[in-house]
């Protein structure tokens, strides 16, 4: 995003890619593995997403809503809707009345250590997880706060064609007003001095420029060898990052749609308490293909497992969620994957979140006093979307007008 920007308004940009493709955390998987562009990254368009969806305008790609029934299966039997806990109108009017930032996990044992509130505290837990693969002890009140209140800003849903296909776009832009794309450029090392940038690459290569912008995520930015003040601004930097493992795994036939007696024909969610808890369907469309999720401090435990044995774990949740001997599940099974994205070279988790001292974290991280090097990528972005594609393409667009406009 910040290319395209930068190279439509006429400037020089060479991108240096470390991978064999585009897309990052966006990650298309071939469509022959499970019958369509499964997703082994990112896959919801989440909230308002105005970034998002003006591109998707832009790319004439359409939004496919998220419909169907979500089904608990938390109570041991499974039954359509997951209630809402008890005490949540308590919960949001205490939320509202913070004014210093502090740990969710804090602001918990603060008010609602009290037993009674026992279930609502988990299921507080399980979202901070689950949905922003946050550790409770470290993830900030008041942004989940803002996110929490900005959530129903729109539809949710996916992209017609996949995420693959928005940066498809946005490469093919790139191309055209002729940025330069390195593969399999890993760098190693970016120095700057006199007003220039000189950027090296693990196979040697070298590239200079009046200035670098660094969109790896925050785990990777201590790995790039900087020049001592930009170095220093890493090292303070409080960004959360939480992992996620996320499982595909595709049937012969969606045996799940007429399970024991019940419809389950649109499913669209299935919250649980497995090893792998949360499942989901690609529905509206038929395709027969699950979609386990494993985030925060849970995701985190299991990084010693290969993929096989990942695979074995979800499908053993799923015979545990829909009461069936694992065999049974395996008989139908046609292909599975299991995708850690802490052991990525390249990501090293999934996506961040904000602690309370993230904001100021961010806002020195974005100070360029020598208009050098610039960092960006979602974990920059200040808004409500934080660990989000929109927060990405927002952060990259924001760099891309600082640096016209600087
Ligand atoms: C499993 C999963 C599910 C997700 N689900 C959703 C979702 O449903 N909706 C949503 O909006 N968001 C979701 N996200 C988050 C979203 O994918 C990210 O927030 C977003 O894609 C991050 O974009 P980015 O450009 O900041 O970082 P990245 O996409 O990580 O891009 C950084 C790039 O830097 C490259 N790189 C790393 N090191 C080097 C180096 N040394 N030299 C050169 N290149 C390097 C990487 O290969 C990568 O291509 C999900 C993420 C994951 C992992």
């Given at each position: 995003m910040a290319a395209r920007e930068l190279v439509r308004a006429g400037k020089r940009v060479t991108i240096l890619e470390a991978r064999d493709r585009c897309g990052g955390r966006i990650y298309p998987l071939p469509a022959e593995e499970f019958g369509y562009?499964?997703?082994?990254?990112a896959e919801f368009v989440h909230g308002a997403a105005p970034v998002t969806r003006a591109l998707m305008r832009e790319a004439r790609l359409s939004l496919l809503p998220r419909g169907g029934t979500r089904w608990s299966a938390r109570t041991g039997k499974l039954s359509p809707n997951d209630p809402s806990p008890p005490h949540m109108g308590r919960f949001y009017q205490a939320l509202s009345e913070v004014n210093a930032d502090l740990p969710i996990a804090e602001f918990l044992e603060r008010h609602f250590a009290d037993r009674r509130y026992d279930e609502m505290r988990r299921s507080i837990t399980r979202t901070v997880e689950g949905y922003d693969a946050a550790d409770p002890r470290r993830a900030s009140t008041l942004a989940l706060r803002d996110e929490w209140m900005a959530r129903d800003d729109g539809p949710h849903g996916r992209i017609a064609k996949g995420y693959g296909a928005l940066v498809e776009y946005l490469a093919s832009g790139c191309r055209r007003y002729g940025a330069a794309l390195h593969l399999g450029a890993a760098v190693r090392s970016i120095d700057g001095a006199r007003g220039r940038v000189a950027v090296r690459c693990c196979d040697g290569a070298t590239y200079e420029a009046d200035a670098a912008i660094l969109t790896v995520p925050p785990p990777l930015l201590s790995e790039i060898a900087l020049p001592s003040a930009a170095r220093k601004r890493v090292a303070a930097a409080d960004i959360g990052f939480g992992n996620v493992v996320k499982f595909l795994i595709r049937f012969?036939?969606?045996?799940?749609?007429?399970h024991g007696g019940r419809d389950l024909s649109d499913l669209s969610f299935l919250l649980s308490d497995a090893t792998v808890p949360t499942w989901w369907t690609q529905y509206p469309d038929g395709y027969p293909v699950l979609t386990g999720w494993l985030a925060g401090p849970k995701a985190d435990?299991?990084?010693?497992?290969a993929e096989p044995a990942l695979i074995e774990m979800g499908l053993g949740s799923l015979g545990e969620i829909f009461d069936l001997p694992p065999d049974r599940i395996r008989r139908d099974l046609v292909a599975a994957r299991a995708i850690n994205?802490?052991?990525?070279?390249?990501?090293?988790?999934a996506y961040s979140y904000a602690t309370p001292r993230t904001r100021k974290a961010q806002s020195m991280l974005k100070e360029t006093n020598d208009g050098l090097i610039f960092f960006s990528g979602e974990a920059l972005y200040a808004g409500p979307?934080?660990?989000?594609v929109e927060a990405a393409l927002a952060s990259g667009q924001e760099t891309a007008q600082t640096i016209l406009i600087g």
């Open positions: 562009p499964a997703e082994g990254g012969a036939t969606k045996w799940w749609a007429d435990r299991v990084w010693s497992l994205w802490g052991n990525d070279p390249f990501a090293r988790g979307d934080m660990g989000t």
